[in-house]
């Protein structure tokens, strides 16, 4: 494909076992060419049959696939004897000499080794998809004519891509970066506020294609389990989707609201498991994830403008919050897979069930309880609460808390 025979709109395949680094490469390469049609899939057969079907202008496959891999399915699309050939992207995590000259011989337009470089990917993508010095700018789509806003919410709940950013991503990897490359621990310093990469980062390091083995709770295992080039590639791939942050002003003043309300239960949280000897770090985490549904709300609520529709800024979002925020975030759990035991710290937090309750469920519950008080509350009906009680937390320990 050259720059003179480049599609009006580009038709790509992007064939990628794991879910998250296959959203990565949809955001990457829509931030390429935003008018691009894509077709997503998980395994080699189904690759097979949509390069059979459809007239793709390029195909990024990853050489691991199960059942029929890359490799082979590259090696079809070159029997095809097409003209001119099909551009064609492999990735693959084997970097030996050996498995390069084992793909050499079929042409593939790049062979790209993972943890992939998002930089050379770009500039790859950039020189496939667009003409020399050229920019593509795409319009959001409108509402479809009688939307409502409810009927609009309800549909996007189980689409929703989640929260918007609360952390300056540039600005954290930039802090993170020393001589020899990024330093992980330094990396969850600055990120370990912000829901949506805490969220995402556990989700993917639990992800099949990370391997089994005990479930990742806390964004230290995540990062420990998906390395430094695969966190970055995730946490860069949030930074690109549309809406990652909120620029409508009332929006973003209850995003700050709630997401403070996350801050304050995890800091509280950390310090009942500190004193009391707990899993400091994934109670900190089922705090900082509770809100996870208002604010990915909050961000379909601006999508909703965006696209045309109109919001009275106080009445509409205090109502939409009431009635589909507990939704979105039980929605957004669910389809990330988020470890069961992480998903009934973070409902605990909310009301604690019948039966027996672990010491972890009953801190999250007094957090949430203590960072709802204003400053002008005083702690002392807290401290006669059943949760205090169950915690055997007096007074004094949570007047210490609250300074």
Request: proline fraction near 5%; hydrophobic fraction near 45%.
């Amino acid at each position: 494909m050259t720059a003179v025979d480049l599609p009006a709109v580009p038709r790509v395949l992007i064939a990628e076992a794991d879910p998250w680094s296959r959203d990565l490469l949809k955001q990457v390469l829509l931030n390429v060419r935003c008018d691009a049609r894509l077709d997503l899939c998980a395994d080699g057969q189904q690759a097979l049959s949509l390069l059979s079907e459809v007239p793709y202008d390029l195909a990024i496959v990853d050489w691991e696939l199960p059942g029929i891999d890359g490799l082979s399915v590259l090696r079809s699309v070159r029997q095809r004897k097409r003209n001119p050939p099909l551009p064609f992207i492999l990735m693959s995590s084997r970097n030996d000499s050996a498995s390069v000259r084992e793909a050499i011989p079929l042409a593939p337009t790049a062979y790209l080794t993972k943890p992939l470089n998002m930089e050379s990917l770009t500039e790859r993508l950039q020189g496939l998809l667009l003409n020399a010095g050229e920019e593509v700018f795409c319009e959001v789509p409108t509402l479809a004519p009688g939307m409502t806003l409810s009927v609009f919410l309800e549909r996007r709940r189980e689409q929703a891509d989640g929260a918007p950013l609360m952390t300056d991503v540039q600005v954290a990897v930039k802090r993170s970066l020393n001589p020899n490359g990024l330093d992980l621990k330094l990396l969850e310093e600055e990120i370990r506020t912000d829901p949506q990469i805490t969220a995402v980062l556990i989700a993917a390091a639990n992800s099949a294609a990370q391997h089994h083995g005990a479930a990742v709770q806390t964004l230290g295992q995540a990062l420990h389990r998906l390395g430094t080039g695969q966190s970055m590639n995730l946490i860069l791939g949030l930074a690109l989707k549309r809406s990652a942050k909120l620029s409508d002003p009332c929006l973003a003043d209850y995003a700050e609201r709630y997401w403070g309300l996350s801050l304050h239960t995890a800091e509280y949280a950390r310090t009942l498991a500190r004193l009391l000897d707990l899993d400091q770090e994934r109670c900190y985490c089922a705090g900082m994830l509770h809100r996870l549904g208002d604010l990915a709300l909050l961000r379909c609520l601006q999508e909703w403008q965006q696209a045309g529709g109109a919001l009275d800024e106080l009445e509409e979002v205090g109502e939409a919050l009431a009635e589909f925020g507990a939704a979105y975030g039980s929605a957004l759990r669910t389809r990330w897979r988020l470890p069961l035991e992480l998903r009934e710290l973070i409902a605990s937090v909310y009301q604690l069930g019948g039966g027996v309750y672990s010491r972890e469920a009953l801190v999250m519950n007094m957090a949430a309880q203590m960072a709802r008080l204003t400053e002008h509350e005083g702690v002392e009906e807290l401290a006669k609460s059943r949760t205090a009680r169950l915690l055997k937390i007096g007074l004094p320990e949570l007047m210490r808390m609250r300074k």
